[in-house]
Structure formats: structure tokens, C-alpha cells
């Protein structure tokens, strides 16, 4: 059975001060953790190292919101897989909307799959987000856009195992909207990108992949969310800053780990 994982995506939110504030308020409100869910939170690369430091002893790990393919040299601004491991992070969210629609020069997929394979070989695992937009959607090409992001995304990664690799689906017209996927929705998406992974990377090792959800997860939608069969948990943006609302989801994740006794 796999194990369900909650991932707070902090984007480019909170100073010093109040970052450590939340992981105060987290530690306190997520004591002891569910023994079964993984918890993680990706604040911005220069809170990794001190974040590193609140979270010591909690149980609650850490993850980076993006690196750079290449593993030193003439990148100005850029952060190496081996400069985030330094720091004790485990994750690296890759590939999010933001990046690929929004900031800068718009990441694709070639650098994507560069990055998934960098993050691999320095023994990290890569969240990698994929989705459609909402044209996309309309235009019925939803399942088409998540199958090219992902077999794009794992060239060169076909040997991959499970617990090497996080999947997050992410419709982008879900993102900070407070428009949900539907339970439905999410997942028909994620079955799509499970049936995908198998053909990919093999049954087993899709078998074992977690795909969480992400897109205006909330705590009065994440538990019906998360109980579909294909949905291991979520990858969680705005409710990710309040420590109420992301140990509240969190939590709802825990029940749908609970194996269900037999009558
Ligand atoms: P949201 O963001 O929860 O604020 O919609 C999710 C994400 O971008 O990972």
C-alpha cells in the first residue's frame, strides 16, 4: 500500500521570522505525526538551511522547490542538487506550472527531464508536477497534455523506482484559483498518468508511485480527495501557510491510510 505524502509548496511566501513561526506552530500541532503520512514543506532556497534547523527532530522533512541541471559552473543565480542535499532537504518540486507558464524564460520539458535526472543522481526525489490549463481542459486534450509532460519528463529516467519518484497533478486553472479538481476529476487524471507510468517505467514500479494532487487543496476538500483510490496525498500551495489548515489536511490524509479492517 502506498503511503500517502502532504507536500507545503511555501512558493515565494513568508521571511525568516514568520517561517519559523509556522514550523513552531506545525511542530506543535502535528505532535506526534500520523505515523502514516509523510509530511514535507519547500520554503524558498534561502530558508532551506534554517528550516533544516526548525524542523530537527520532528519527523517533518524538507524539500526544495526547484534545482538547476547542471552541477556547478557559470549559472548565476542558479542552486545545484548537491547545494540542496547540503541543506538536508529531501525533495525538489520540478516542473511546477509556475515555472513552465509563468516566471522568466518558462521552463519545458527538455529542462525538466534534465533536472528529474539531476535530482536522481544526487539522490533526491523529484516531485514532478504536471497538468493542463484550463484551455487545454476545454479542449479535451487534458489526458494527451499529462501523457507528452510525462513521458517527456522521464526520458532518460525509464529505470527509475517508486520510491525515487513523486508525481504531483496539478491542473494549472486549479492553482490558487479556489477552484478544486472534483474527487472525480483528480482521479480520472490519475489513473490516466498511473496507466501511463506502467507503460513507462513498468507495473510494479507504477504501482508504487505516489501521485498527489495539487490545486486549491483545502481542509474541507482534502479528505474526499485523497480517498480516491489513485490520489496519495497532496501537494498543497496558499493552505500550506497557515499551520491550521495544513496540519487540518494533513490529518486527512491519515484515515484514508488506515488500512479498513475486514467485517
Ligand atoms: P494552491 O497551490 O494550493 O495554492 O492552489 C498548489 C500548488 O501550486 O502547488
Request: hydrophobic residues 45%; proline residues 6%; neutral net charge.
Given at each position: 500500500?502506498?503511503r500517502k505524502?502532504?507536500a ?6 513568508l521571511?525568516?521570522a514568520p517561517?519559523r513561526a509556522?514550523?513552531a ?14 509530511v ?5 532556497f534561502?530558508?532551506?538551511?534554517p ?16 534545482a ?9 543565480g542558479?542552486v545545484?542538487?548537491a ?5 538536508g ?19 519545458d520539458?527538455?529542462?525538466i ?11 533526491l526525489?523529484?516531485?514532478?508536477c504536471?497538468?493542463e ?17 510525462l513521458?517527456a ?7 527509475i523506482?517508486?520510491a ?5 497533478y496539478?491542473?494549472v486553472?486549479a ?7 472534483t474527487?472525480a476529476?483528480?482521479q480520472?487524471?490519475h ?18 508511485v505516489r ?15 485523497f ?6 496525498g497532496g ?7 497557515s ?15 488506515q488500512?479498513?479492517s475486514?467485517?
Amino acid at each position: 500500500m502506498r503511503r500517502k505524502f502532504v507536500a507545503g509548496n511555501w512558493k515565494m511566501n513568508l521571511t525568516l521570522a514568520p517561517a519559523r513561526a509556522l514550523v513552531a506552530a506545525l511542530r506543535e500541532r502535528l505532535s506526534p505525526l500520523p505515523p502514516n503520512v509523510d509530511v514535507a514543506v519547500c520554503p524558498p532556497f534561502v530558508y532551506l538551511f534554517p528550516m533544516a534547523k526548525s524542523l530537527d527532530g520532528s519527523g517533518l522533512q524538507l524539500g526544495a522547490q526547484n534545482a538547476y541541471e547542471e552541477p556547478e559552473g557559470a549559472f548565476t543565480g542558479e542552486v545545484s542538487v548537491a547545494m540542496i542535499a547540503d541543506t538536508g532537504a529531501r525533495y525538489v518540486i520540478l516542473g511546477h506550472s509556475e515555472r513552465r507558464h509563468t516566471i522568466g524564460h518558462h521552463e519545458d520539458d527538455r529542462m525538466i527531464a534534465r533536472r528529474l535526472r539531476a535530482v536522481r543522481a544526487g539522490k533526491l526525489v523529484p516531485i514532478l508536477c504536471i497538468g493542463e490549463t484550463l484551455a487545454e481542459r476545454k479542449a479535451g486534450q487534458t489526458n494527451d497534455v499529462l501523457s507528452f509532460q510525462l513521458a517527456a519528463a522521464l526520458i532518460g529516467s525509464e529505470s527509475i523506482t517508486a520510491a525515487e519518484l513523486i508525481i504531483a497533478y496539478e491542473p494549472v486553472w486549479a492553482i490558487g484559483t479556489g477552484q478544486n479538481a472534483t474527487p472525480a476529476q483528480a482521479q480520472d487524471a490519475h489513473a490516466h498518468i498511473r496507466r501511463d507510468l506502467r507503460r513507462i517505467v513498468g507495473s510494479a514500479t507504477a504501482d508504487g508511485v505516489r501521485i498527489l494532487y495539487g490545486g486549491s487543496v483545502k481542509p474541507d476538500n482534502a479528505a474526499e480527495i485523497f480517498a480516491q483510490p489513485d490520489v496519495d496525498g497532496g501537494l498543497i500551495g496558499g493552505a500550506s501557510l497557515s499551520a491550521d489548515s495544513f496540519a487540518a489536511i494533513v490529518r486527512a490524509a491519515a484515515p484514508a491510510a488506515q488500512p479498513v479492517s475486514a467485517r
